[in-house]
């Protein structure tokens, strides 16, 4: 693996760099040119990576939070919005809340996302539409044994900003009205759709074999990082950013969009994936012809 990969033409393209991102946000992106990053660094629960070593203190761990997310504020734009997924586990649910407290000085934060993994809703509760014949439990979950913890089904993407007053496109990511009698009730709900709030349900692709299909511990659904650049605005996205690339899922979505990625990521192997996956958006748009969607 090269340190320097360009995947993609001149309609949309992905830049993966193979280095500490870090350094590589220092050295190679100039300050304030970076619309919208999603991102998930490592959660220091102790997940095995190829490469990082997710076992550091705690201490040391935000200390060094403090030093990414500093970098990551000179190359965002002042209207720009980083997307900061981090979860935890059962036994130590403090860390997303020990990283957004670690931060509190440097950026605002301007929305509390929650990814769910897994949820079940009784058919009684659905009420009057009707429309599930079935009480429903969809997703996926870790299950754990334990009389003390409940299965962790959800995840935080904090939505940080420089001043707290970005603005969203709320309902590109919208959802329809239930009841459509709001629709002709609300001043605002002229298109069917209202804002979808800040659970979003978004579950794993079902896969039949980890190693060959999701080859990494620790990764998102391209969907959460499509949703957070949906929000922020596809016509104010011009260049999407992910420190902490894994397998590749930012760039797939940003690419997957029409909007060109920066990337990086330390692992050759994880890179590896990343750029056969954008390579194959790339291919795919070519042959149906590219273009913003
Ligand atoms: C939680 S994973 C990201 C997964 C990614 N969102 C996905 O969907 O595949 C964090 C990644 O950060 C990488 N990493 C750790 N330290 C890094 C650093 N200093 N610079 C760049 N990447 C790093 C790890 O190798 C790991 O793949």
Redesign the pocket.
Known sequence: MRKKTVIGGDHVRATFYC????A?MRRRLEPGSIDVIV?????NLG?R????DDTISRQDYLDWTRQ?IEAAKGVLADDGSLFL?IGAKPSDPWVPLEVVSAIRDLLKLQNVIHWIKSIHIPQADVGRYGILSDDLTVGHYKPINSPRYLNDCHEYVFHITKHGNVKLDRLAIGVPYQDKSNISRWKRAGDGLHCRGNTWFIPYETIKNRTKERP???????AL?EMCIRLHGLDRTKLVL?????????AVSALGLGIPAVV????RE?LSE?TARAKAVVEAQEGRGSGRK
């Not at 990576?49 to 990082?52: M, N, P």
């Open positions: 280095e500490d991102c870090i590589g991102t998930s660094p490592p959660y997940t990576y190829s490469t990082y990414w997924n990494h511990p620790a990764s998102f659904p391209p990082a992910d420190p902490f690339l894994g397998i590749g899922n930012t990086f990521e330390i692992d994880y990343a």
